[in-house]
């Protein structure tokens, strides 16, 4: 018979830590302005941690011991209340993350990283993605930057992607734009699901070309006036970037005015090719060239884009700012009817054909022309005051939810519809909170999904609309 007593052990280790029994280690953790001493013990230090083994194993470890055996150490871009958390962790095998910031908590993971603590990063990177995704969807380019040149930590460096792509002014608007290294802006580029129009992805890196250039030399901000060398510079700092942008999907105004005044840094071949193709229809091209594509759920839809359909999502199911999702929602719209300018009442039709048996669809209509006021939604049979959510105006009958988009009135009384079936889905790799997250058994459970829809489809979009208590965003860290 065998047993084990961890806890035990790591109480008592624990003791040792904060007893300072027969230590000969000092470590001072943090800047000179804010630093704190840690005594420890080398034995425990190389036995938990590679990083320390392989530091106390150097050459040069002799010249760091003083008269007294005490190794000192200094670890000054490590704050001291997360060296605190890694050496407790080193000690104990505990780690507590309870009230701690997003902030603090990606340091940890940069220092277990440092330090080679590798079940302690995975384990840190986990709950960073899980349980503080407000902080990541503040700083995502921050973020990946920082870990750009690391070669762990893929699912954080994926999620930050994922994140920027799908709003790529996080990263073309940032403050420190022009200062982002040639690597992440080719990262980037390289992506097919960039959400940007390609005349726009081209400003923004002449924009941040021009910052490169003029960092040596003064530009004037008409290209026109600049000589032969500015062009030359120019295109030596983007010339890895140049050919990761889609050229043909420009439209042939925008090239004209937007790419024509720096068109000599192209290259000859691109620049005929180019021109071929604006200028004889149905000329191939040579050179290889697909338009972005979103990487999403797939919508059949007319009338909406992706960003709708996430904003729905996050409606349906009361997102707040922290846990929103960002990009793959868990509900797939299934088409079952689209209509275009067909006559509508919505007063009869919505309530009549819709009614409580289809209770997991959502009727989209677009261009609604009616003879109601502005702002107005149509609840139980009456029409009542109501203010559109983010470019929506929603109502309700029964379990139903209706969408209405871009109201524009006058005596026609047409409109053109989709109307789709709401099912519930399992997603992986969205930004949600710990508590939002439904194990994959439950959603096989039949009970399981109608219940799910009538609380999502009916209480929580009703309770938005027509009022009652929202949660609450926690408030924004005070970070970075």
Not at 322 to 344: D, G, H, M, Q
């Amino acid at each position: 018979m065998s047993s084990t007593f961890y806890s035990e052990l790591s109480s008592n280790l624990g003791l040792l830590l904060n007893n300072d029994v027969e230590y000969n280690v000092v470590i001072r953790a943090g800047d000179d302005a804010d630093y704190k001493e840690f005594h420890a013990h080398s034995i425990i230090l190389r036995s938990r941690s590679p990083y320390f083994q392989n530091l106390f194993t150097s050459s040069q470890i002799k010249e760091i011991k003083d008269q007294n055996d005490i190794f000192t150490f200094k670890f000054p871009s490590i704050n001291k209340n997360v060296f605190q958390t890694i050496l407790n962790y080193i000690y104990t095998g505990n780690i507590d993350f309870t009230n701690k910031q997003g902030e603090e908590i990606f340091y940890t993971l940069f220092a277990s990283y440092k330090f080679s603590l590798d079940a302690l990063t995975k384990f840190t990177e986990n709950h960073l993605i899980e349980n503080h995704s407000e902080y990541l969807r503040k700083y995502p380019v921050e973020i990946l930057q920082s870990i750009l040149n690391t070669d762990t930590f893929n699912d954080l460096r994926v999620l930050c992607l994922d994140t920027i792509c799908y709003k790529p002014k996080l990263l073309f608007h940032a403050n420190n734009f022009a200062k982002l290294p040639a690597l992440l802006l080719e990262i980037i580029l390289k992506r097919d699901d960039l959400n940007l129009v390609e005349i726009e992805i081209w400003e923004n890196l002449i924009k941040w070309g021009v910052a490169q250039v003029s960092r040596q030399i003064i530009l004037s901000d008409n290209p026109n006036e600049w000589t032969k060398e500015n062009f030359i510079e120019l295109e030596r700092k983007i010339h890895n970037l140049i050919p990761l942008v889609r050229f043909y999907e420009i439209s042939s105004e925008d090239y004209f005015k937007k790419v024509g005044p720096y068109e000599v840094i192209l290259p000859k071949e691109l620049k005929h090719d180019i021109l071929q193709f604006h200028m004889v229809p149905g000329h191939p091209s040579k050179i290889k060239s697909s338009p972005r594509v979103l990487k999403s759920n797939k919508f059949d839809s007319e009338l909406l884009n992706q960003e709708h359909f996430i904003a729905l999502a996050n409606l349906i199911d009361n997102k707040n700012e922290e846990s929103a999702y960002i990009k793959n929602i868990p509900y797939n719209f299934k088409l079952v009817e689209r209509k275009n300018n067909s006559s509508f009442d919505p007063s009869r039709c919505v309530l009549k054909k819709f009614g409580p048996n289809n209770s997991n669809s959502f009727v989209i209509v677009y261009n609604i022309q009616v003879n109601y006021c502005v702002g107005k939604y149509i609840h139980r049979g009456k029409i009542e005051k109501c203010a559109p959510i983010k470019d929506f105006t929603f109502i309700t009958s029964g379990l139903n939810v209706h969408l209405y988009k871009n109201f524009k009135f006058n005596s026609r009384r047409t409109a053109s519809r989709e109307i789709f079936q709401v099912e519930k889905v399992i997603i992986t790799n969205t930004l949600e909170i710990k508590d939002d997250k439904v194990r994959d058994a439950d959603y096989k459970n039949e009970d399981y999904k109608d219940r799910i829809s009538k609380i999502s489809l009916v209480r929580r979009v009703t309770t938005e609309i027509f009022g009652g208590k929202k949660a609450k965003s926690p408030k924004d860290d005070d970070d970075w």
